[in-house]
């Protein structure tokens, strides 16, 4: 008789999401990296893998992505959108993360969702307020 505890790896369902892994993670323009470089973005990453909030995630949806910190200097995205945007909110994001001596999880934990459309007023100003700085905190 097989228990619980008996399953192996084999026997484990597979994910049915598309995800994303390092290589699909734009080259970051040079605005890019210098915002991502930024102590605003740096001390934000910083203050999110503070040791108490091990396992706690924040969607940030203005930017299409969810991230946990899972400890050991380790952040997890564990969902991205599809918005155009967010992909390089992520790559920005993984750049800050490394000038800090942390590690970006990927794949197989992030999970692509589709990007939902705000109302044409909010997707407009969503869109500026990216453009304008792109700042994660």
Known sequence: MQTQHDVTARDRPMPQHQTITHSDLPVLSKYDVRSALSSLNKNFILDFMSPDIVGRYQYFDDL???LQYVGGQVIRCI????????II????MECSIRAVGGWLELAPYTVVVPH???DPQEEHSSV????EGMEVA
């Open 116 to 118: 939902v459309p705000l």
């Open 64 to 66: 299409g992505v969810t």
């Open 128 to 131: 500026v307020a990216l453009d």
């Open 89 to 92: 909110t992520l790559g920005m």
């Open 79 to 86: 969902s991205l959108s599809t918005h155009e945007d967010a």
